[in-house]
């Protein structure tokens, strides 16, 4: 039996949504009840590193582990092991074409990952997290799929993560079919399209999230009329004046859906039964302190943005950067609320720390 180990690693980005995902109309597939846009942030800041590692010499007794953030994690879940059976399939697949390869599809896999940002704390962790895991593991197979068809196996992970293969601008496109194979990332604009566009990243909290995302969506689906409403109407209408703004770099557009969007998605949280309320006071104040910023300027020069959590992610322009991130900080300045942590989508780190 050969020791030999094979080892491929990879990183992936953050993800933050301007047309939210939110519902499934599949669980099981993570097949979701709408369209959804984001912009993958910068690897610099907010990122998740992974590296997969097989070998025949691997006991078959300890199965396949991941170690997240140094610590073991439990990988026995559904959407986890659905990922790692649609990679081994793939390779199994190719070892049977090619008898020469090694059977790398019967060795237990070893996983290690690590966040540079707090898990669940409503920071996309898990759309890095399980876009690195496909990525670095079809690496290590050598299975020549394209980012669409990595999607297409991230997105059974997290959905959300099936547009962390993408950098730069990044549509999900729901599909129609009932296997799922027409729900993939399309890449709307690649980053350097929109060069000036920023993300700062305000950590109100870096507590793990109350609700998890996939119970959240479930009650919203279950309970919330609104919801209705959102994904006949709302949602295909912000997914194409968002299509629209990317391509014209319409920034004034392209802050209205994205502050719309967040606040159709947390109101058909509220609308549920019982309601769920993923943003506090800290997140309100921040809403807030991005309309005075707008008011100031006398235009639209910063968007906010929340995912199921209560952190806020702020979008302008690096020209506007003294407006945005100069108030920000100095609202802000003292205050107890947990820190800053700033990214963009170029790889230059606002400074404010
Ligand atoms: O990928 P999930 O299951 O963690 O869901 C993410 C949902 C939101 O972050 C709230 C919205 C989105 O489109 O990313």
Same mark, same amino acid.
């Given at each position: ?17 301007v047309v ?16 959804s846009l ?41 959407? =986890?092991? *659905?990922? @790692? ?6 390779? $199994? /697949? #190719?070892?049977? %074409?090619?008898?020469? &390869? ?16 707090? =898990?669940? *704390?409503? @920071? ?6 399980? $876009? /690195? #895991?496909?990525? %670095?593991?079809?690496? &290590? ?29 990044? /549509? ?66 912000n997914m194409?004046?968002m ?18 969007d ?92």
């Amino acid at each position: 039996m050969s020791d030999k180990v094979y080892r491929a690693s990879t990183t992936a980005p953050v993800n933050i949504a301007v047309v939210k995902y939110w519902g499934k109309r599949d669980a099981k597939l993570n097949l979701p009840t709408n369209s959804s846009l984001s912009v993958t942030l910068s690897q610099a800041d907010l990122r998740t590193l992974t590296t997969a590692s097989c070998s025949a010499s691997f006991p078959a007794s300890e199965g396949d582990s991941l170690l997240l953030n140094g610590e073991p994690s439990d990988i026995s879940g559904a959407r =986890t092991q *659905a990922c @790692l059976r649609e990679l081994r399939s793939r390779r $199994a /697949a #190719l070892e049977a %074409a090619d008898p020469s &390869l090694p059977k790398l599809s019967t060795y237990p896999l070893r996983l290690v990952s690590e966040n540079n940002f707090p =898990t669940a *704390a409503g @920071l996309a962790s898990s759309a890095a997290g399980f $876009a /690195a #895991l496909v990525r %670095a593991i079809a690496n &290590l197979y050598e299975l020549p799929a394209s980012p669409s068809e990595l999607s297409l196996i991230a997105r059974q992970g997290s959905g959300s993560a099936c547009r962390s293969l993408f950098g730069g601008y990044v /549509a999900w496109r729901m599909g129609d079919k009932a296997d799922g194979t027409d729900s993939m990332a399309d890449q709307v604009a690649e980053a350097s399209h929109w060069p000036d566009m920023r993300a700062l990243v305000l950590v109100v909290s870096a507590a793990k999230k109350g609700v998890s995302s996939s119970s959240g969506m479930q009650q919203t689906v279950a309970t919330s009329g609104l919801f209705r409403e959102r994904i006949a109407t709302v949602v295909p209408e912000n997914m194409a004046i968002m299509e629209k703004a990317i391509a014209e770099k319409d920034f004034e557009k392209f802050a209205e859906v994205t502050m719309r969007d967040s606040n159709s998605f947390h109101a058909t949280c509220a609308d549920t039964y019982p309601p769920i309320f993923y943003m506090n006071d800290v997140s309100r104040a921040a809403i807030r302190a991005v309309e005075a910023i707008n008011e100031k300027a006398g235009r639209t020069v910063a968007a906010y943005t929340f995912d199921a959590g209560p952190n806020a992610v702020i979008y302008y322009q690096e020209k506007d950067t003294e407006a945005v991130v100069g108030t920000f900080y100095h609202v802000l300045q003292g205050a107890d609320i947990g820190g800053w942590k700033s990214a963009d989508i170029k790889g230059l780190k606002p400074t404010i720390s």
